[in-house]
């Protein structure tokens, strides 16, 4: 085994008498002690998000002692949250996240100081915004956001611990370019580029199971703890995938790649990832319509075939009368060509208009010059035109 890296944090000046008591089975620990509980105490920790990893990982960070905690969350609470984002409530159903986290925690554990940054993590405030807490937890479901905080913790010189979900797998790791000992490496060594837009679903397109939230953010966690007492041997150099059907953890080596280009500015992450591909967005360019313009053609009964790109278990939750389902993997592997018919134009929708949009590409390349995709997708039809719909 390596050595453990030095703590990250000085130890506070001392404990309360409500300290020692609170923290009682963290004291009695010998590698942690009450040295250890002192640099708890004495430690800023920011974390990105307040929603699924970020949840738990708060709970346990303030219960743990964490003197001081910032929390960057902008969102509301949504009732689509509660399957995992335990820190919120029935009660907190509309109310800002940021405000929802912080009164769980005072419950919790009213000696910890809670700093809320209510606003969207941009490359103009990332970097200094970090320079005021000793480490980052990164929870974040969107790879523009991930690699704005790894090129800022990078700049700013600080460690972060990373997360993330899908399905039922997660992974953690640490990142770090100024560690000790020649250990640094940072985000950009593990993933050099981004995936293809409309590769990865989102969790909100691909579904995430609640409860990995608290194996995964457990983990962050406890890297944390480690990372800022100076104990064990933490993930530094090394990721962990955790496959929750098979119950495995594995952790596999991750080096330095001496072809990561040295960062040295923030940049625009929205387009460095391409939320969507360029030849997705020239394709819905022209041939986009609204909810409302679907709704008219179908009643002017124009000849057309609207097509369903989702998956079938989402089909199954929600769809628009009249459509077919055709998921969007069909397209990709060119075998739902077929089924479009010459003299019907097609018009596709999905959850949002990611995967339409992906979809409608294929097929104007395919000779389908006519065919439309639908904004927002089920979603906007539903807010726009069936209020009652059923929502995921």
Not at 154 to 176: C, D, H, M, N, T
Not at 285 to 297: F, G, K
Not at 319 to 340: D, S, V, W
Not at 359 to 388: N, R, T, Y
Request: overall charge negative; glycine content about 8%; hydrophobic content about 40%.
């Amino acid at each position: 085994m390596s050595t453990p890296l030095p703590p990250l944090v000085e130890p506070a000046a001392e404990l309360t008498r409500e300290e020692v008591a609170r923290y009682s089975r963290h004291l009695i620990i010998p590698d942690l002690g009450l040295d250890g509980q002192k640099r708890l105490k004495n430690a800023k920790v920011l974390v990105i998000g307040a929603g699924g990893l970020g949840s738990p990982a708060l709970l346990y960070l303030a219960a743990a002692g964490v003197g001081t905690i910032g929390i960057v969350e902008f969102d509301v609470v949504d009732e689509s949250n509660l399957q995992r984002q335990i820190i919120h409530g029935q009660s907190d159903i509309g109310r800002s996240k940021a405000e929802s986290a912080r009164d769980s925690i005072r419950e919790i554990n009213p000696l910890v100081d809670v700093r809320l940054h209510e606003f969207r993590l941009e490359p103009d405030n990332a970097v200094e915004l970090f320079r005021q807490y000793d480490l980052i937890l990164d929870g974040t479901d969107n790879f523009a956001t991930r690699y704005l905080v790894n090129d800022a913790a990078v700049l700013a010189g600080k460690p972060y611990v990373w997360g993330s979900i899908y399905r039922f797998e997660g992974q953690v790791s640490v990142f770090w370019e100024d560690a000790p000992n020649g250990l640094g490496l940072n985000y950009r060594d593990l993933y050099p580029e981004p995936p293809p837009p409309g590769m990865v679903p989102s969790c909100a397109e691909g579904g995430v199971l609640g409860i990995l939230c608290a194996s995964v953010a457990s983990v962050m966690g406890t890297e944390a703890i480690k990372l800022i007492t100076g104990i064990g041997e933490p993930l530094l150099g090394r990721l962990m995938v955790y496959d929750a059907l098979d119950m495995t953890y594995r952790t596999i080596k991750i080096r330095k790649d001496p072809s990561t280009p040295k960062i040295t500015e923030l940049i625009d992450y929205e387009e460095f990832c391409g939320v969507v591909s360029d030849a997705a967005a020239e394709a819905a360019a022209d041939s986009t319509i609204t909810p409302r313009e679907l709704r008219e053609m179908l009643d002017t009964g124009k000849p057309l075939a609207l097509i369903d790109v989702r998956e079938p278990v989402e089909w199954d939750i929600n769809h628009i009368e009249g459509a077919e389902l055709i998921p969007k993997g069909a397209f990709e592997t060119g075998e739902a060509l077929a089924k479009l018919q010459v003299d019907r134009t097609p018009v596709f929708y999905c959850k949002t208009g990611v995967r339409s949009a992906e979809v409608l590409a294929i097929v104007k390349k395919a000779g389908f010059s006519d065919a439309l995709h639908v904004q927002g997708g089920i979603v906007a039809w539903g807010k726009q035109l069936e209020p009652d719909m059923v929502m995921y």
